[in-house]
Structure formats: structure tokens, C-alpha cells
């Protein structure tokens, strides 16, 4: 049984950084990354291949966004760079070829990113 564990949210200013990591348990392969605000939809951030040789980001946060993986570790992480307080949300890892939410097979717990303007 796979369980994804997030790690790394917290309070950051406009234009800092921040890391987050998933701590993955079981057999995974691609995985991704998405958000959720209150009262929104929870929406697609990324994906990347098992080897790590794939990645996508949405438009939004492309080129500030980088997502990455280290299968010894067997941990995901979001770097996030020029951070908006539209970043504002909470952040799931989930085990899914897609950027649909009705298609993830796996959910972390969430971490909360806040940015302050």
C-alpha cells in the first residue's frame, strides 16, 4: 500500500523559496504535484516521470516552479522560487500519470504554503 507523506510547507514572503518533500512508501511511479484553496478546485501543479527524466508545470507557475525526484531516497520534492501570494494553498504529492484529480490513485495528507504579501 502506498503512503505519501508532504513536508516543508510553511510561512515564506513574496519572492522567497521553498521546498517541499514527499516521503513516499510502496511502489510508485509517476507522481505529481497538486494545490488547493478553500472553496476551490484542487488543481494540477505538476508531474514527473518515474526515472525523473519527465516533468511538466502548469503555465502558472513554469519557470519558477521545479519539480524533481530521487528514487534512492525515494522522496518527491516541489521547488518553489518567486513565490505570489496566489501560491497561497495547500500542497498534496499524489501517485498519478495525470493531471486529473479524479485519476490519482494515491493522496498525501497535504502541506500549507502561505505566502505574505
Known amino acids: 500500500q502506498v503512503q505519501l507523506v508532504e513536508s516543508g510547507g510553511g510561512l515564506v514572503q513574496a519572492g522567497g523559496s521553498l521546498r517541499l518533500s514527499c516521503a513516499v512508501s510502496?511502489?510508485?511511479?509517476?507522481m505529481g504535484w497538486f494545490r488547493q484553496t478553500p472553496g476551490k478546485e484542487r488543481e494540477f501543479v505538476g508531474g514527473?516521470?518515474?526515472?525523473?527524466?519527465?516533468?511538466y508545470v502548469t503555465d502558472s507557475v513554469k519557470g519558477r516552479f521545479t519539480i524533481s525526484r530521487d528514487n534512492a531516497k525515494n522522496t518527491l520534492y516541489l521547488q518553489m522560487n518567486s513565490l505570489k501570494p496566489e501560491d497561497t494553498a495547500v500542497y498534496y504529492c499524489?501517485?498519478?500519470?495525470?493531471?486529473?484529480?479524479?485519476?490519482?490513485?494515491?493522496w498525501g495528507k497535504g502541506t500549507l504554503v502561505t505566502v505574505s504579501s
Open positions: 499524489a501517485e498519478t500519470a495525470s493531471g486529473d484529480p479524479n485519476s490519482v490513485l494515491s
Open positions: 510502496g511502489r510508485v511511479y509517476s
Open positions: 514527473i516521470s518515474w526515472s525523473g527524466g519527465s516533468t
